[in-house]
């Protein structure tokens, strides 16, 4: 069962924190790094008003039957007519529903061909299309909305993700490149990632993921824009997984193509434009919590060797400030 509701309830919030911000005077407090920063602006939270009262208010409910279930709830995302897009990966299919929670039906299944998958990844809307990314099929299919809400997508084409006449790419130590979000003029953003290699070889390393500007044409090589931070892995005979305290880097691209990051170990924000050039930050003075070794240990799965190894692993001392950023296409983030 999918709550519509409950992301827009959260999405809204952390916006209204955003937005009903103040500049702050000359006595707040931030770390001198910070205050030496150019074209930083620094947020109060003193100046936020608590809210008396906060209701949740369940909207439509977009729920499965016996007759159509989903049996993996993927990625999700809306289009112009408020249909709500429900990958299924288990099944190699995605269900559409309407705005009031009617189930329309379902499209793709799984295989090699047209508008079928080896896997139900991400998904991203541009131009009354639909894109699909199929990571093990290492390619993205397109499907046309059309302009009646009561038909389903239908398959238009797909853009192959990989080429023998790439130069250099992808570079040396990095994975396959993946599909991210389709930027405003149609060219798509793809992205890479340090091989887990890395961390086999050497355990304290901390890899970098990279973003690249294509075209969509296999002709063209993928070009480099940006890059933030990986996260250190737990490293044992059997795992190499980021724990979640762990600081690491984010991203995230909004509608006008300007690039947001972070790192998630203070709540400051920088604002890069369409090519990944830094223009300004902002700031706001948040004091994450304290981290024990014991919070650590039990953050991770019951199981010897990761408990073991967080037990013997150098660990922050306070949790991360930020988990996740989103931006929506009304240009908040």
């Not at 529903?97 to 329309?104: A, Q, R, S, T, V």
């Not at 099929?137 to 038909?151: I, M, Y």
């Not at 887990?196 to 070009?223: A, C, F, H, M």
Request: charged share 25%; hydrophobic share 35%.
């Amino acid at each position: 069962m999918f709550e519509n509701r409950w992301l827009i309830a959260t999405v809204t919030l952390f916006t209204v924190i955003i937005t009903g911000c103040t500049w702050a005077d000359s006595d707040i407090q931030a770390p001198d790094h910070i205050l030496e920063m150019e074209n930083v602006t620094i947020y109060d939270y003193a100046d936020i008003e608590t809210a008396d009262t906060l209701r949740l208010v369940r909207e439509q409910i977009f729920t499965d039957t016996d007759e159509n279930p989903i049996t993996t709830f993927g990625s999700i995302i809306t289009d112009n007519f408020g249909r709500v897009i429900i990958g299924d990966p288990r099944q190699h299919t995605i269900h559409v529903f309407m705005h009031d929670g009617i189930y329309l039906g379902r499209f793709g299944r799984e295989g090699g061909g047209p508008g079928e998958f080896r896997w139900v990844g991400s998904m991203d809307i541009h131009d009354n299309r639909l894109y699909v990314n199929d990571p093990n099929g290492r390619r993205v299919n397109l499907f046309e909305l059309g302009s009646n809400a009561r038909n389903l997508p239908e398959f238009e084409t797909s853009i192959v993700i990989g080429s023998e006449s790439w130069d250099n790419f992808p570079e040396p130590g990095f994975m396959n490149p993946g599909f991210h979000t389709v930027r405003s003029d149609g060219s798509l953003l793809l992205t890479s990632r340090t091989s887990p290699i890395l961390y086999r070889e050497n355990p304290d390393s901390t890899g970098v993921r990279k973003y690249y500007q294509w075209s969509g044409n296999n002709s063209d090589n993928p070009e480099a824009i940006f890059e933030i931070r990986e996260p250190k892995h737990i490293v044992t005979e059997w795992f190499l997984i980021p724990p979640s305290f762990a600081t690491r880097g984010l991203m995230t691209m909004a509608g006008d193509d300007r690039i947001y990051s972070a790192n998630t170990e203070k709540f400051l924000i920088h604002v890069h434009d369409t090519e990944g050039n830094h223009q300004s930050s902002f700031y706001y003075p948040f004091e994450s919590r304290e981290l024990s070794r014991n919070e650590a240990v039990e953050s991770v799965d019951d199981h010897e060797q990761l408990r073991d190894a967080v037990q013997s692993m150098q660990i922050p001392g306070r949790w991360p400030a930020l988990r996740q950023m989103f931006s929506d296409n009304s240009g908040r983030i």
